[in-house]
């Protein structure tokens, strides 16, 4: 190392000897971290506190609007995979048409329709389940109004 070389690194150790020698402008940078963490922590607190009002309502005390709700949503996920088996069977007929009918393209293809078929009819029947509980509930509950 050159003697110009000695001279920056020591000019540079002096001077941050210098800036944290001096406890102002250490504190100051405390602080204003300090400060800025805690209007942090602040506004997370307010926003948690103050967001949007609940999408569930836990004090429910209908179980047959829960009901209704599952219902819907086994069909929607019926309906959906019966667009996917469809799209599977189309897929199907592409592959063979570009690989061959023996191909592990078809093949694969198929066994995904058969299987968003069974899922489909599988969602169906949760769906009809649950919407003759809706059904037995509102009974036994108006022979329990009488």
């Excluded at 690194?9 to 020698?21: N, P, R």
């Excluded at 504190?27 to 963490?37: D, E, N, Q, S, W």
């Excluded at 599977?88 to 198929?110: C, H, I, N, P, T």
Aim: net charge positive; aromatic share 10%.
């Amino acid at each position: 190392m050159g003697s110009v070389e000695k001279n920056m690194v020591a000019g540079k150790s002096k001077k941050k000897i210098q800036d944290f020698g001096n406890g102002r402008l250490f504190m100051t940078r405390v602080f204003r971290t300090g400060l800025h963490a805690i209007l942090l922590i602040g506004i997370l607190i307010s926003v948690g506190c103050h967001g949007p009002h609940a999408l569930v309502n836990f004090y429910n005390s209908d179980p047959d609007r829960d009901q209704r709700f599952i219902v819907a949503q086994y069909y929607r996920q019926a309906v959906f995979m019966v667009k996917n088996a469809e799209d599977m069977r189309l897929k199907a007929e592409r592959y063979a048409q570009l690989f061959g009918s023996d191909s592990e393209w078809v093949s694969s293809a198929k066994w995904l329709e058969n299987y968003y078929e069974k899922e489909s009819l599988d969602r169906e029947q949760l769906a009809v389940f649950h919407a003759e509980s809706v059904k037995s509930h509102s009974h036994s509950a108006r022979l329990e109004a009488r």
